[in-house]
């Protein structure tokens, strides 16, 4: 229960704090990658799953996910644009 509490806390923080849930392609890497660590740990308390696991390994797929995030928009790419193209290539495979 101690550890559901401290969580909440820390999002309640974390998430009252506008700079720290957005941020630009031109801000550091720093700030782009909290942004987005802030949104992915919302986003899953919000779904009820912050929990499901325990903080570090919670931690290491939120830090996983922001990575991947990151490094594609470092290329020019976004999420919703390579899930348009694999969806395009399952597509043509299966018509096949």
Sequence with gaps: MKKIIGILAVISALTACESLTSATKDDPIKVRMRACMVNEATAKFKAG???NADIKTTAKEISTTCVKKLALQSAGLDTT???T???SVIEN???K
């Design 93 to 95: 495979l299966l018509k």
């Design 85 to 87: 193209m694999a969806t």
């Design 81 to 83: 644009e390579t899930t």
């Design 49 to 51: 799953t912050l929990t």
